[in-house]
Nanobody, 120 residues
């Protein structure tokens, strides 16, 4: 079993910053990919950013230049630094990890979500 614990969400004014963290624990040997997704009310969940074990990153066009994803492999933790936040960034943000599981194959795990609200 793998557990993901997220932190760092909250209320911020437009133009402000927040940093999200997600720590993975449990039966972990390695983590292939870590990432963040978000879901706004009435919308589908969408990719925000991902980072591989080798440090390769991928961002949604809407957050490029404003958000930065990073990870600490020694702590099995992924971060999302969000700068210049806009009201349209308001959503529940979910941590996601993809990792090898016993018996072969890959397991896909989700955090419980953390609310980010951008409003004046």
């Amino acid at each position: 079993q793998v557990q993901l614990v997220e932190s760092g969400g909250g209320l911020v004014q437009p133009g402000g910053s927040l940093r999200l963290s997600c720590a993975a624990s449990g039966s972990i040997f390695s983590i292939n990919r870590m990432g963040w997704y978000r879901q706004a009310p009435g919308k589908q969940r969408e990719l925000v950013a991902t980072i591989t074990s080798g440090g390769n990153t991928n961002y949604a066009d809407s957050v490029k230049g404003r958000f930065t994803i990073s990870r600490d492999n020694t702590k099995n933790t992924v971060y999302l630094q969000m700068n210049n936040l806009k009201p349209e960034d308001t959503a529940v943000y979910y941590c996601n990890v993809l990792l090898p599981v016993a018996g072969g194959g890959l397991g896909n795990y989700w955090g419980q979500g953390t609310q980010v609200t951008v409003s004046s």
